[in-house]
């Protein structure tokens, strides 16, 4: 693919259900982000994989969040038990190798908790 | 810690006039500095960046120069126009390698014609 895609696009879910939001990033790329955009604010980070692994998850809220990159290439964010403060745009990005600067992002995952 | 201030928003502008957007950043390290934009229903997309003191990031029209005295990175074009109007968050990213972009919250311009 061309870019980094997420889905699925929106998401609305009950109060106290189980989500999953997937990222695909660029092929070959080793660094993957997770980042949460409240509205009228910035992305704020929630965790990071460099490779199948899990770099940096220290902006994960709460153990409520959990996140998975099993093979290296596909990640997934799975949120339990949802509120409705954890309504937001989820954000991924991916970068191409150690030493690169810049990240690319996906359109983003729009979730409503109601 | 690491963050980054940018002016409130929203700016609104004619077309033709001249854009600043201020950014200010406190770093830990060293960073790197970039400007991304959001249009509308699209994703953040890199508008330009500097890696290092006196650096000058340019693109599309836009520019910001990396002042390490005055920890600013602030974002100027000559001649704004209507195409322009989108979110433009700036952000940081310390030490080399693909630590963590850290944002600041974005600031809307709105481009009139």
């Known amino acids: 693919g061309a870019g980094v895609s997420q889905t699925p696009s929106n998401k609305v879910t009950e109060k106290g259900k189980y989500v999953e939001l997937r990222c695909d990033p660029i092929?070959?790329?080793?660094?993957l982000y997770w980042y949460r955009q409240s509205l009228g604010q910035g992305p704020e980070f929630l965790i990071y994989?460099?490779?199948?692994?899990?770099?940096?998850d220290s902006g994960l809220p709460n153990d409520r969040f959990f996140a998975v990159r099993p093979e290296g290439s596909v990640s997934t964010l799975k949120i339990q038990r949802t509120e409705r403060g954890d309504s937001a745009v989820y954000l991924c990005?991916?970068?191409?190798?150690?030493?690169?600067?810049?990240?690319?992002f996906g359109q983003g995952t729009r979730l409503t908790v109601v | 810690g690491n963050s980054v201030t940018q002016m409130e928003g929203p700016v609104t502008l004619s077309e033709e006039a001249f854009l600043t957007i201020n950014c200010t950043y406190t770093?830990?390290?060293?960073?790197?500095l970039f400007w991304y934009v959001q249009y509308p229903g699209e994703g953040l997309q890199l508008l330009l960046k500097?890696?290092?003191?006196?650096d000058k990031g340019s693109n599309k029209g836009f520019e910001a120069t990396y002042r390490k005295e005055t920890t600013s990175f602030h974002l100027e074009k000559g001649s704004v126009q209507v195409s322009d109007s989108a979110v433009y968050f700036c952000?940081?990213?310390?030490?080399?390698?693909?630590?963590?972009?850290?944002f600041g919250k974005g600031t809307r311009l709105s481009v009139i014609a």
């Open positions: 990005a991916s970068s191409p190798s150690r030493g690169s600067t810049e990240a690319f």
């Open positions: 092929s070959g790329h080793t660094a």
């Open positions: 994989f460099q490779g199948t692994g899990a770099a940096d």
């Open positions: 770093a830990t390290g060293y960073p790197s």
């Open positions: 500097a890696t290092k003191a006196d």
């Open positions: 952000a940081l990213r310390v030490n080399s390698g693909n630590t963590p972009l850290v």
